[in-house]
């Protein structure tokens, strides 16, 4: 699977990113997508979802009101925009695919990209 995730980088608390999650030989369209993310010593934790038609986002409790997942079918991408940015925060970023009709629950994110480092700086 090719999912190529970028837009990490340093912030300081309270800032904002984006981030991007572009498929190459991978087509988005009918996956439901997703980003995670991990901190050293812990499992990766599912961010925020979203269905295959774009609707409907999950967000976890940690991150409503400050993140928002879109994607653009057309583009063949998915993005996370981060607002209000806080040290927690701190982790490497993840896309994920899902064809399962429990894209809500991270168990079934079976394709992965690579991860894009974001540092918030307290």
């Known amino acids: 699977v090719q999912l190529q995730a970028c837009g990490g980088g340093l912030v300081q608390a309270g800032g904002s990113l984006g981030l991007s999650c572009v498929g190459s030989?991978?087509?988005?369209?009918?996956?439901?997508m997703a980003w995670f993310r991990q901190t050293p010593g812990q499992e990766r934790a599912l961010v925020a979802a979203?269905?295959?038609?774009?609707?409907?986002?999950y967000y976890a409790d940690s991150v409503k009101g400050r993140f928002t997942i879109s994607r653009d079918n057309a583009k063949n991408a998915v993005y996370l925009q981060m607002n209000g940015l806080k040290f927690e925060d701190t982790a490497v970023y993840y896309c994920?695919?899902?064809?399962?009709?429990?894209?809500?629950?991270?168990?079934?994110?079976?394709?992965w990209g690579q991860g894009t480092q974001v540092t918030v700086s307290s």
């Open positions: 994920a695919a899902s064809q399962n009709v429990n894209w809500q629950m991270a168990v079934y994110y079976n394709r």
């Open positions: 030989k991978f087509t988005v369209r009918p996956y439901h």
């Open positions: 979203i269905n295959r038609s774009g609707g409907r986002p």
